[in-house]
């Protein structure tokens, strides 16, 4: 069963929402409901979310992304469709229920840490506990135990205004990891963070979701980010412009929205040596130096120049698979790579003039 | 012809119109509510009463000295020793004049009145801050308590619950009530939306959330709104000395009537005193709720 599984929904903002969906499902575009003080936030989303995986939600400010994370834990009704968390029909959802369902299942964390400025990290990290109903010895000492997984052993009594802005979210995402549900809500939570301390942030959330296996779902603009993070991303623009891994935006991008935000990802960190080899054919290749399939390309560089030969990409169970060279490697991170026989007409067409 | 249009205008239209009964209405309004209602009145002048004498009298139980120690002693304790010597010299001037009595009276007063203003004023904030039609509905009521001059109720007050200190306590629980109001509804619509957010993500029931995190966020703005509160209840002490409230009002008037520029400089003096120790005592306990204390340390 899916952990969250979301069937036709939308959201439309304004006076008339519901007649403005009816209109959206015949086709009516988004840009003429803006016209008359309607915003579609959300239009038509169709996905699922395996236990354990980390889905990326990806669009720029105003594609709904805010409004999807809060309708799936009730914070926003949603105008149309369903939204299941582990089978159960949040609609069908009690006030009372609802609360419930989010002190066990879900948790959040916000883009600004939403952190309580008077209480110390360790209160703060304990908030959710308390809300569950748990003793007060009890919650401290597993937000102890949430508080050194983050890292911030030491600094369990000290208030959020001491503290920077990396430290900050660390205790926002101790407080969710504390209260130990299956889901973990993220809305942007490293945007408001420098870049150093950004990337520190996204090692040490793949660090701790490799140990506990929740299941998230990541909220960006940042597609670089969505590409370090993601199992899947969700590109957005109101409606899912396009969903898969990153190597499939990257490669085979569904429209010009989304191949024009991939232009300026840093290919060669996403792409793996994988995507990139070229098939070996009938080549000898007992010779060759071998590298592991998920290798990303920046770290065949040094392998490929180092040797004439081509390199011999292998799987988990030492199976060649396939060969990189220099020419395919630099044939990767072309930003718009389509078949060979494209780029010699492109080509051809260029020469005389 | 516009001077014509007008003059017909006044003499056929306008001047026939009788007088706009508005007043007479309100007139017959509060003689009705006199008469049917007098139970009523009659409950609350002696809850007023009872509760205003029990303070004053507390209040003049201690001699002065001991007092004057007392007062320095909380000025102390909310903020420091600077405080504590202001209020001790100020009180001890306030002793040494004939009004020191008269002082705890109105200290008794604007007391009574302050903390049933703000039992009221809280819960009606809350309520403003959480529901929209409420805010849009309190707003001119809150405007026309503020800026209805105070001798225009104050006239209907003492009709109802007759001359004393009663009609004294209602007119300054209604002319001081509205910042109270006013600051709550702005202190809690002011808190961090994303906190209020976090708290209802992780299941938090909208009572504990009220309870556990907008007031608590809420709470320096709701002492500044109580610090006016206190402010604008001293500031009613004199109207409500013209209806026999008693205090330094009643002193105040009468050194007026008489010009007697002594007495009237006396109390003046002690009303002053009074406002200093009060505002600076608040200020302290605001100073001293968690999230302030917690925003001092960031600088």
């Given at each position: 069963?899916?952990?969250i599984?979301?069937d036709?929904?939308y959201?439309?903002?304004g006076?008339?929402?519901?007649?403005a969906?009816t209109q959206?499902?015949?086709?009516v575009?988004?840009s003429e409901?803006?016209?008359?003080n309607?915003?579609?936030?959300?239009?038509?989303?169709?996905w699922?979310?395996e236990p354990?995986?980390?889905?990326?939600v990806?669009?720029?400010?105003?594609?709904?992304?805010s409004?999807l994370i809060?309708m799936?834990?009730?914070?926003?009704?949603p105008t149309?469709?369903?939204?299941e968390?582990?089978g159960?029909?949040l609609?069908?959802?009690?006030?009372?229920?609802?609360?419930?369902?989010?002190?066990?299942?879900?948790?959040?964390?916000f883009?600004?840490?939403?952190?309580?400025?008077?209480?110390?990290v360790?209160?703060?990290?304990?908030?959710?506990?308390?809300i569950?109903g748990l003793?007060?010895?009890?919650?401290l000492?597993r937000?102890r135990?949430a508080?050194e997984l983050?890292?911030?052993a030491?600094?369990?009594?000290?208030?959020?205004v001491q503290?920077?802005?990396?430290?900050?979210?660390?205790?926002?995402?101790?407080?969710a990891?504390a209260?130990?549900?299956?889901i973990?809500?993220?809305?942007?939570?490293?945007?408001?963070?420098?870049?150093?301390?950004?990337?520190e942030?996204?090692?040490?959330?793949?660090?701790?979701?490799?140990?506990?296996?929740?299941?998230i779902?990541?909220?960006?603009?940042d597609?670089n980010?969505?590409?370090?993070i993601?199992?899947r991303?969700?590109?957005?623009?109101?409606e899912?412009?396009?969903m898969?891994?990153?190597?499939?935006?990257?490669?085979?991008p569904a429209d010009?929205?989304?191949?024009?935000f991939?232009?300026d990802?840093?290919?060669?960190r996403?792409?793996?040596?994988?995507?990139v080899m070229e098939?070996c054919?009938?080549?000898?290749?007992?010779e060759?130096?071998?590298?592991?399939?998920d290798v990303p390309?920046?770290e065949?560089?040094?392998p490929?120049l180092s040797?004439?030969?081509?390199?011999?990409v292998?799987n988990?169970?030492?199976d060649?698979?396939?060969?990189?060279t220099t020419?395919?490697i630099?044939?990767?991170l072309?930003p718009?790579?389509?078949?060979?026989?494209?780029r010699?007409?492109d080509?051809?067409e260029?020469?005389?003039? | 012809?516009?001077q014509?249009?007008r003059?017909?205008?006044w003499t056929?239209?306008w001047?026939p119109?009788?007088?706009?009964?508005?007043g007479?209405w309100?007139?017959s309004?509060?003689?009705?509510?006199?008469?049917a209602w007098?139970p009523l009145?009659?409950?609350?002048?002696?809850?007023?009463?009872s509760?205003y004498?029990a303070?004053a009298?507390?209040l003049?139980?201690?001699p002065?000295g001991?007092?004057?120690?007392?007062?320095?002693g909380l000025?102390?304790?909310?903020?420091?020793?600077?405080l504590a010597a202001?209020?001790g010299?100020?009180?001890?001037?306030v002793a040494?004049t004939?009004y020191?009595?008269?002082?705890m009276?109105?200290l008794?007063?604007?007391?009574?009145?302050?903390?049933?203003?703000?039992?009221?004023?809280?819960?009606?904030?809350?309520?403003?801050?959480?529901?929209?039609?409420a805010?849009t509905?309190?707003r001119?009521?809150?405007?026309f308590?503020?800026?209805?001059?105070?001798?225009?109720?104050?006239?209907?007050?003492?009709?109802?619950?007759?001359?004393?200190?009663?009609?004294g306590?209602?007119?300054t629980?209604?002319?001081?009530?509205?910042?109270?109001v006013r600051?709550?509804?702005l202190?809690l619509?002011?808190?961090?939306?994303e906190?209020?957010?976090?708290a209802?993500?992780?299941?938090s029931?909208?009572?504990?959330t009220?309870?556990?995190?907008?007031?608590?966020?809420?709470?320096?703005?709701i002492?500044a709104g109580?610090?006016?509160?206190?402010?604008l209840a001293?500031s009613?002490?004199v109207?409500?000395g013209?209806?026999?409230g008693?205090?330094l009002?009643?002193d105040?008037?009468s050194?007026l009537?008489r010009v007697?520029i002594?007495?009237?400089?006396?109390?003046?003096i002690?009303?002053v005193?009074?406002?200093?120790?009060?505002?600076?005592?608040m200020?302290?306990?605001?100073e001293r709720?968690p999230?302030?204390?917690a925003?001092?340390?960031a600088r």
């Open positions: 069963m899916p952990a599984a979301v036709s929904l959201k439309v903002f006076k008339g929402a519901k007649a969906v959206l499902k015949e086709g575009p988004r409901l803006s016209g008359r309607l915003t579609a936030a959300v239009i038509d989303h169709n699922a979310i354990g995986e980390i889905f990326v990806m669009g720029l400010s105003g594609s709904g992304k409004t809060r799936l834990n009730g914070l926003i009704k149309a469709g369903t939204i968390i582990d159960v029909d609609g069908s959802l009690s006030a009372r229920e609802l609360r419930r369902l989010r002190r066990e299942k879900i948790s959040m964390v883009q600004h840490f939403a952190l309580l400025p008077h209480r110390t360790l209160e703060n990290v304990a908030f959710g506990l308390e569950k003793s007060k010895p009890e919650r000492e937000a135990e508080v983050v890292g911030l030491g600094d369990e009594d000290k208030l959020p503290l920077s802005g990396g430290m900050k979210q660390r205790v926002g995402l101790a407080r990891l209260a130990d549900t299956e973990l809500l993220m809305d942007e939570a490293f945007s408001a963070l420098d870049p150093l301390i950004r990337q942030m996204q090692d040490q959330l793949l660090e701790l979701q490799a140990k506990l296996a929740k299941t779902v990541f909220i960006t603009h597609l980010e969505a590409m370090r993601g199992d991303i969700a590109v957005c623009d109101g899912v412009k396009q898969g891994t990153a190597e499939d935006l990257l490669l085979r010009d929205y989304v191949a024009e991939t232009a990802v840093d290919r060669s996403v792409l793996t040596a994988e995507a098939p054919g009938t080549t000898d290749t007992s060759f130096a071998t590298v592991e399939s390309v920046n065949l560089y040094e490929v040797s004439d030969a081509p390199l011999l292998v988990d169970n030492a060649p698979l396939g060969v990189v020419r395919s630099i044939k990767s072309a718009d790579p389509g078949s060979d026989d494209e010699e007409a080509s051809q260029a020469q005389p003039a | 012809m516009i014509y249009t003059d017909w205008f056929y239209v001047k119109l009788p007088d706009m009964p508005l007479q309100m007139d309004l509060i003689r009705w509510l006199r008469t007098a009145f009659d409950g609350v002048e002696t809850f007023l009463e509760l004498f303070l009298d507390a003049l139980w201690l002065s001991l007092m004057i120690l007392i007062f320095a000025a102390f304790a909310v903020k420091g020793w600077k202001v209020v010299a100020g009180m001890f001037v040494w004939p020191w009595d008269n002082t009276s109105t008794a007063m604007v007391v009574v009145a302050t903390g049933l203003a703000t039992l009221l004023a809280i819960p009606i904030g809350i309520l403003a801050a959480e529901n929209r039609a805010s509905v309190l001119p009521v809150l405007d308590m503020q800026t209805l001059p105070a001798f225009v109720y104050l006239l209907p007050v003492v009709m109802l619950f007759g001359v004393g200190e009663t009609p306590i209602i007119a629980i209604i002319f001081c009530m509205p910042p109270g600051l709550t509804e202190g619509r002011q808190v961090d939306r906190v209020v957010e976090a209802q993500a992780f299941g029931s909208p009572a504990r009220l309870l556990r995190v907008k007031l608590p966020l809420a709470l320096p703005t002492m109580l610090n006016q509160v206190i402010m001293l009613m002490v109207i409500a013209m209806v026999g008693g205090g009002g009643e105040i008037v050194a009537g007697d002594a007495k009237g400089f006396n109390a003046g002690a009303v005193i009074l406002a200093i120790f009060l505002d600076r005592v200020q302290g306990l605001a709720t999230v302030a204390k925003a001092q340390l």
